[in-house]
């Protein structure tokens, strides 16, 4: 029998949960307060967790964020629920990790089909890494990863300017690029003339392969950030190893499922993020990419990653350097306190 951890400050609505989790064949915990909830979650680990958003003592964002640095409890599917159907909560919740939001009023039957379905995920997800099915997909994961590593070995060798062109719009894609140094960044130009970078690549990454799986045209220029040595390597034997290689194929798509999970993840940023979210999101994603904290990187291209004009971007460094979240230097930034900007507000 699963356990089912429900954390709701409403005594009505906490108990009719519980009556319809009970009716349908579940064990329950109930905890009234976020603080209690944690306690309960450390003592009998449920199988999954439904927590409401606003509460006394800690809300359900502070909940998941304690849960998921929790050893043995990060893996718990959860479940938000919340009267409040404001986009904002719903991004910040699945921002944090949270498996699904359910807003109140809710339907039973809804209700009880999310849970099955998180249940039903989190059941193969265990299965797949303890069984002799996960070792196999390890050992497959190393041995694609070997694959992509042999793939740039032996391959010509250019060094990147700053601001040249790796590639253009509408040229032909004829070779995979792999990353040895530097920053590259790959950018979209609207009917106005205005930039808007879609991907920023640093060492040690491939980029430029979409297109090569149809013989296509980019639909984006890449230029590098700074200087930059890059390995080109023929089409020929980029199709030759996805073709006829499954491992490497499987991680190909693994690629590809990242870069479109990060564009719809940039998309939405856009439409709802706050100006200071959107220039503390693009700083984060530069420092990701060079692996390290000091950051340089000209304030036209950090407008163009954050979505917003140059000045407004400026403004903004302004406050967060004010702020002591970062330090200025001419054209160099180094964070200071990465915490706030991972937790900026929408």
């Known amino acids: 029998m699963k356990l089912i951890l429900v954390i709701e400050d409403n005594l009505d609505v906490r108990e009719n949960i519980a ?6 064949g579940y064990k329950t915990l109930e905890a009234e307060n976020g603080k209690i909830g944690v306690a309960l979650a450390r003592s009998h680990k449920p199988d ?46 699945m921002g944090l990790g949270a498996d699904d939001y359910i807003t109140k009023p809710f339907d039973d039957v809804e209700l009880l089909e999310a849970i099955e379905m998180r249940l039903k995920k989190s059941a193969k997800i265990q299965s797949v890494s303890t069984n002799e099915e996960g070792i196999k997909l390890l050992y497959s994961e190393a041995k694609a990863n070997k694959e992509f590593e042999n793939l740039s070995n032996g391959k010509e060798v250019k060094n990147f300017r700053k601001k040249e062109f790796v590639y253009e719009v509408e ?20 009917e106005f003339g205005k930039e808007l970078i ?20 980019y639909e984006e220029s890449c230029q590098a950030l700074e200087d930059s040595v890059i390995r080109i390597i023929p089409i020929e034997d980029f199709q030759l190893l996805l073709f006829n290689n499954r491992d490497f194929a499987a991680k190909f798509i693994k690629m590809l499922a990242n870069q479109v999970e ?36 000209l304030r036209e291209d950090l407008a163009q990653l954050a979505g917003t004009a140059k000045e407004t971007v400026i403004r903004t460094l ?8 970062i330090d ?18 929408q």
């Open 262 to 297: 990060q564009s719809e993840k940039q998309l939405l940023e856009f439409a709802y993020s706050s100006v200071r979210k959107k220039v503390a999101n693009a700083l984060l994603s530069i420092s990701e990419t060079s692996k390290s904290d000091k950051i340089k990187i």
């Open 19 to 24: 009556e319809i989790l009970d009716l349908s």
């Open 328 to 345: 200025i230097q001419g054209s160099n930034i180094n964070i200071l306190n990465k915490n706030e900007l991972i937790e900026m507000p």
């Open 318 to 325: 302004s406050d967060f350097k004010s702020e002591k979240i």
């Open 198 to 217: 879609i991907n920023l690549y640093g060492p040690n990454q491939f980029f430029g392969y979409l297109p090569l799986l149809g013989n296509l045209k």
């Open 48 to 93: 999954l967790i439904l927590c409401d958003v606003m509460m006394p003592e800690l809300d359900g964002f502070g909940v998941l964020k304690i849960l998921n640095n929790t050893p043995g409890l990060s893996h718990i599917p959860f479940m938000f629920l919340t009267a409040k159907a404001e986009k904002s909560d719903f991004r910040k919740g």
């Open 171 to 190: 040229h032909y894609a004829k070779s995979l690029y792999f990353i040895v140094s530097g920053q590259v960044k790959c950018y979209q130009t609207n």
